[in-house]
């Protein structure tokens, strides 16, 4: 190989390298961080006690219920949790849309007006009490290792309490949360 030769091969690795590189300060969307700022207060503010606050979080065919945190941490401290309802049914313990149902129904039960289905309820916010069993459980449809929750009553507080971990983030019925909670 001539030094004619290794002068394009060099320049392109330049190129790659340099186009990889991001700029080192990320501009944070004022919009964004203000409603994070509130919400931060607002959960902070939060009366404490002896029980959880619980997000529904439905994901298609998935059998973890949703997240729980204490009252005034915040939800990137929450555990995503299997409701053991021995004590208490959840709230939408109820029949799934049936392959038959979907042509007239269709397949996000979050979207649903007339019936209710299970996770119907996805994105409510509730207040819950119940102990963690201390076990984890699996959820073989997301291969999931998740703790279990004893539930023994639940209160709706908000049936649209808006996002959940970001302003930003963007949900879909068919697919598994990117943050999976504490598991400890």
């Given amino acids: 190989m001539t030094l004619n030769n290794l002068f394009p091969l060099l320049g392109f690795f330049v190129v790659a390298f340099l186009s990889s590189c991001s700029p080192s300060k990320v501009i944070k969307n004022p919009e964004i961080e203000t409603a994070k700022l509130v919400r931060a207060q607002k959960i902070a ?3 404490r006690g002896d029980f959880y606050i619980g997000r529904r979080y439905y994901v298609d065919r998935m059998r973890f219920w949703g997240y729980l945190r ?6 990137t401290e929450s555990a995503l949790v299997i409701m053991n309802e021995r004590v208490k049914s959840v709230p939408d313990r109820l029949p799934e849309i049936m392959e038959f149902e979907k042509e007239e129904l269709g397949d996000d039960p979050t979207k649903l007006e007339k019936v209710k289905r299970f996770g119907y309820d996805h994105n409510y916010e509730y207040k819950v009490n119940g102990k963690f069993s201390g076990r984890k459980v ?3 449809n997301s291969n999931l290792l998740l703790r279990e929750f004893i539930l023994s009553d639940y209160r709706l507080i908000n049936p649209d309490p808006g996002w959940l971990f970001s302003p930003s983030e963007v949900y879909d ?12």
């Fill in 138 to 140: 699996y959820d073989p």
């Fill in 45 to 47: 503010a939060e009366p």
């Fill in 70 to 75: 204490r009252p005034g941490q915040p939800w």
């Fill in 173 to 184: 019925y068919k697919v598994l949360p990117k943050n999976l909670g504490k598991s400890s």
